[in-house]
């Protein structure tokens, strides 16, 4: 029997269940249907069509190598998948689940398009450690806490051990129509991208390449080293996850392999490791159980919140000229990389949504199209976290301050001096705030503030008693429109 294999989000072919599947049924032909109006109010933004492009052409080139090949369409994945499937004398379609709200709404309605055609679709297997409408509560609801949640995902059966890619994938008889990957023109139009191409190579290869070289040695450091910026002591994998190059079985089983023999130590990383991996599956959860959260705060008290609108401010977050080196730091290694350090994510995050006090949907809209790894799930979490308005949320008056965060995890200011080079030459002591150093020491590194790097766009103190007065304006609204007890 012929199955069409709907690639999406699990652009490989170690570790696919839906692919040995339809392998072990006869000839596959694999798809991927361009269709960024099925995303809904999220399509995929500009870094992640970058990472998209050459991660479709690395799966062709893995296909190749056992005897298949990768159809490229462009339009709605009903009537694309009709159409091979009717050219190809296939009588299924297969595909891996998503949990994304609008993801799963295409889903369906491809599902219903094609039970109407005379074809079932099948899900089989997906891009989690743990279905997120499995994992209940003891009263049966989902959690909004991600300490109970985890412990709810560790009562359960180990995740299974990966399983490998077929040796070689039965092709069919006769290959459908497709179009060239240059013609869904994922790529910039203006060259803005040598940053993400001197920092990543798309694909399954590369991505099972960085996860053994975590796994070999770092992951074991992973507790220790993983909120420094200046050390390589997270696993980069966030983007081959979300494209799914690497499955998060095999990143899971790779890190509990790698600690066998290693002692308590190593083990404790590669621990926090896997409940990062967890955490990925959280906002999934939340997500899929709470749809409404990709645009609106869980916590719906944050409706009323007295966010502020200054485009000049905002535009000098986007690109690094806040006047804060941490910051700045974090802003210029995303907008050149594509990625930014976790720690200095809630950093940034923290700034935009408590210092400048603006509507975290901003920063949300701005790293979905600058991330490689936007993931709806964690980015939405991500960011109701600092502005503590989602599930498991820091609470909104624990506000970073950017100085000694940056004096806490980049103490010597490796980290700043690579990604805000005009501070280059500041003595240490006096990078992290530099315009508290004496006029000489800055005269002597050759800064000039105003000049050369900007004054800070907001007073730390006084953005922190005005963030404090706001939320103590919604919660007095709150008390009011409840009433007394």
């Known amino acids: 029997m012929t199955t069409v294999l709907w690639y999406r989000q699990d652009l490989r072919v170690s570790d696919h269940d839906a692919l040995l599947d339809a392998c072990g049924r006869g000839p596959v032909v694999p798809v991927f249907v361009w269709h960024p109006e099925g995303e809904g109010r999220w399509p995929l933004g ?10 479709l052409r690395a799966l062709d080139a893995q296909l190749r190598e056992r005897g298949s090949r990768l159809v490229v369409r462009a339009g709605d994945p009903a009537a694309e998948l009709a159409q091979v499937a009717a ?20 889903e369906e309605r491809v ?6 055609q005379g074809l079932g679709l099948e899900r089989i297997g997906s891009t989690l450690l743990f279905d997120p409408f499995e994992i209940r509560s003891g009263s049966g609801t989902p959690y909004k806490v991600f300490t109970p949640f985890w412990k709810a995902c560790m009562a359960r059966p180990e995740p299974d051990r990966p399983r490998p890619a077929p040796a070689a994938i039965p092709a069919p008889a006769a290959w459908p129509t497709c179009v060239s990957v240059d013609a869904l023109r994922l790529n910039p139009t203006i060259a803005w991208d040598a940053g993400l191409r001197a920092t990543w190579t798309p694909g399954e290869v590369a991505g099972r390449k960085r996860m053994a070289a975590f796994v070999a040695g770092p992951v074991g450091q992973y507790s220790e080293h993983r909120d420094i910026p200046a050390v390589a002591g997270t696993s980069r994998l966030a983007a081959h996850l979300h494209f799914g190059e690497v499955s998060p079985r095999e990143a899971w089983h790779a890190a509990g392999d790698a600690a066998r023999g290693r002692g308590a130590a190593f083990a404790g990383g590669v621990q926090k490791f896997r409940a990062e991996l967890g955490w990925r599956d959280f906002g999934a959860h939340v997500l899929a159980n709470f ?3 990709s645009d609106d705060p869980l916590r719906t008290e944050y409706r009323r919140f007295p966010w502020r ?22 802003m210029r290694e995303l907008w050149h990389t594509g990625t930014m350090h976790n720690r200095v994510r809630m950093v940034v995050a923290s700034f935009l949504t408590k210092h400048l006090r603006m509507d975290w949907m901003h920063g949300a809209r701005w790293f979905w199209d600058t991330l490689v790894d936007a993931d709806l799930g964690s980015n939405t979490l991500g960011w109701q976290w600092a502005g503590g308005c989602g599930a498991d949320a820091a609470p909104y008056f624990r506000i970073f301050n950017p100085v000694t965060q940056g004096e806490k995890f980049d103490a010597e200011g490796q980290y700043i001096r690579r990604w805000v080079p005009e501070l280059a030459k500041v003595p240490p002591k006096h990078l992290h705030a530099p315009w508290e150093a004496p006029p000489l020491a800055l005269s002597m590194s050759g800064v000039t503030l105003g000049e050369d790097y900007p004054w800070p766009i907001v007073d730390h103190a006084k953005a922190r008693e005005e963030a404090l007065a706001a939320l103590s304006s919604i919660s007095a609204k709150a008390g009011r429109a409840e009433g007394p007890d």
């Open 309 to 330: 609108t200054d485009a000049a401010q905002l535009r000098a977050w986007q690109r690094g000229r806040t006047g804060y080196p941490f910051v700045d730091a974090g």
């Open 46 to 55: 500009g870094a992640q069509r970058w990472w998209l492009d050459r991660s």
């Open 291 to 293: 749809p409404r959260t």
């Open 111 to 116: 599902a219903d398009a094609l039970e109407a």
């Open 87 to 106: 050219a190809s004398g296939a009588r299924r379609v297969v595909c891996s689940r998503r949990y994304e709200p609008d993801a799963m709404r295409e």
